[in-house]
């Protein structure tokens, strides 16, 4: 293992797709364009095809190879194809194991014993294309500026996220996860007619001056989390508080109110993961145990 390998693995556990064939495999990474200007109002396609430009400088002495990519308006798809019997690719294979994208993906537990820079690029892989960070993403405060790192599907990747995040010592502030108990807690969706409202990404979020020990290779992605990172950090200080007794806390280091939510309909669904589906929730917590992520 080493860095660059790191950051394609956490690539592609956060966006890829994987097509096997008999004797050679094609992988696909997708980082969509969630917006089409930047924070500064800039064109978000000419800062990932810059971005694009450092990542094969990266990544393309490792594979031997050139990384194709197109761009759209709204994505911009890396590929690339090598034999099955390479060893990058056994490798690669290895790691992903049956998985044939973001979508059922896990991350193996041998990324557990990586080193810790090995372990961080991983996740910068995996946020540079699952990661938003916006100025709309605040929480309560408008200083208060969170990262979004948005996993469709995926229960058990979010967990997996949420473990590796841990090991680096970066705390998750809250996740949202696609369940009617979170996302439609007061049946508020259900009763004007959207039953399959809450049906959407997943998203953890972390406090912005947190993920900067993550970080971003994306370069918008880069300047706007080290702007916001500082916002968060100068307006906590002006309040007069201590910024690692807000930001620097795991979930079961704080205290929990558990409002008694009603019970949902959609609880039953087979979009749930069957080890937690017919449960009732009232916090994001108690799925998060449930599902792995805790202490």
Not at 119 to 135: E, I, N, P
Request: glycine residues 6%; proline residues 3%.
């Amino acid at each position: 293992m080493n860095n660059e390998m790191a950051y394609m693995l956490g690539m592609i556990c956060g966006n890829g797709e994987i097509r096997r064939g008999s004797t050679e495999t094609t992988i696909s990474i997708d980082i969509p364009h969630k917006k089409l200007k930047t924070e500064s109002f800039r064109d978000v396609r000419l800062y990932v095809k810059a971005s694009i430009a450092d990542i094969r400088a990266m990544l393309e002495p490792l594979m031997g190879i050139n990384l194709e990519f197109i761009q759209s308006q709204t994505a911009t798809i890396l590929s690339f194809r090598k034999a099955n019997n390479e060893y990058l690719m056994r490798e690669i294979l290895r790691y992903v194991g049956s998985a044939s994208s973001h979508e059922n993906i896990r991350i193996n537990t041998e990324m557990f014993r990586f080193s810790r820079d090995e372990k961080l690029q991983f996740l910068r892989g995996f946020s540079d294309v699952t990661g938003y960070v916006r100025r709309s993403n605040y929480f309560f405060e408008k200083y208060m500026h969170r990262v979004y790192l948005e996993v469709p599907h995926n229960w058990e990747l979010v967990a997996d996220v949420c473990n590796l995040l841990k090991d680096v010592d970066v705390p998750v502030q809250t996740i949202d996860w696609a369940h009617p108990n979170t996302r439609d807690g007061n049946l508020t969706k259900y009763k004007q007619g959207f039953p399959n409202f809450w049906k959407k990404e997943h998203q953890i979020k972390i406090w912005a001056n947190e993920f900067e020990a993550v970080g971003f290779a994306v370069i918008h992605k880069k300047e706007s989390l080290d702007e916001f990172a500082k916002e968060l950090v100068k307006g906590i200080k002006e309040k007069g508080k201590d910024v690692l007794n807000i930001t620097h806390k795991f979930y079961w280091e704080g205290r929990t109110i558990n409002r008694l939510k009603p019970p949902h309909p959609g609880e039953n669904d087979g979009f749930i993961p069957a080890s937690i589906r017919g449960k009732h929730y009232n916090s994001w917590k108690e799925i998060a145990r449930d599902l792995g992520y805790e202490k």
